[in-house]
């Protein structure tokens, strides 16, 4: 068996909300790589929308870049089918909004009470399908998956709220370094305990960073790290013995391979619901106020029009907002 992993984030550019980050972790037969995992797939997921063909036939479970998949307009349909298909596997059926944060990212759970708007907020999940829907759509990935000899291991987030992200980034001093170390420390959680087999990671890149040798000689202290080139496409890295040969590749545009897409979408769909929990919190404390994505123009608009009662209500701004 070979392993592969996958990474993204969602959040990186915003001021308001968390920075989120996630890995995921397939095992696959020998001569499968993060580059056809797609096409091995093709019978069960689709790297993009399709129109539904007029038969009987359950469509593909679409597993693409969140960018491609979500929208305003779009809605969390096609990312909670994905999402649920995917925490199947390995037993989550979430029923409530902090049901997706213990399967997602149980580590959030304990810092979010910092923040009133996360503290006591809960919602029924999903929000875009029946749940029974979902649970058939489990089903179908479970059986396609072992019918390619293929197990989706694991999907494992991590959240970085704001309090935490200015702490970051004043010990790192670049958010892309911040962001760096973060993923790798994630991707090295996977691959600690996997046994004998090659290992394939792939990231996107790090706000234009093409040297990553320096972050991985850090995560891996105890391997050799080599380079196998660095550049503006892509840079690679291999490192560990031969049983257990580890390749990471920093490339652009890494959501066209699926371990990378599913990481979107499980970044995106979690900074979906952070940021539901809170645009309700600060519109149920101020009349008429307009939500927000958080990203910075519309940020610091909303920064204004919350002035006045962010003061009242004793609100840090460490805990509001993200410093870059």
Known sequence: MAYLIGTDEAGYGPNLGPLVISATLWEVPDGVGV??????????????????????????????????????DKGLRHLERGLWAAMAQ?????????????????????????????????????????????????????????????RLAAVRSRAIFAHEFNELVDRHLLKSTALSHETL??????????????????????????????????????????????????????????KRRVEVCFRMKAESCLPAALASMASKYLRELAMQAFNEYWRGHVPGLQPTAGYPQDARRFRIDIAETQKRLHVDDRVLWRER
Not at 97 to 124: G, T
Not at 194 to 213: E, F, M, Q, T, W
Request: hydrophobic share 40%.
């Open 185 to 242: 420390a994630l991707a090295a959680g996977l691959i600690e305990p996997l046994p004998a087999g090659p290992i394939s990671v792939v990231c996107d890149k790090h706000g234009g960073r093409n040297r990553y040798a320096p972050f991985l000689a850090e995560h891996f202290p105890d391997s050799l790290v080599e380079v196998y080139g660095e550049g503006r496409e892509r840079s690679v890295y291999r490192f560990g013995p031969s």
């Open 35 to 72: 580059e056809n995992l797609f096409n091995h797939l093709g019978h069960v997921i689709a790297p993009e929308l399709r129109r539904q063909a007029g038969n009987a036939a359950p469509s593909p479970i679409v597993m693409a870049d969140s960018k491609a998949i979500f929208s305003p």
């Open 90 to 150: 390995w037993g989550h059926c979430p029923r409530t909004w902090r049901d997706v944060w213990l399967a997602l990212a149980p580590a959030a759970l304990d810092s979010m009470p910092i923040a009133p708007w996360y503290r006591d907020y809960d919602a029924p999940a999903p929000s875009a399908h029946d749940a029974a829907e979902l649970d058939a759509t489990g089903q179908q990935l479970r059986e396609g998956l072992a019918s390619a000899g293929v």
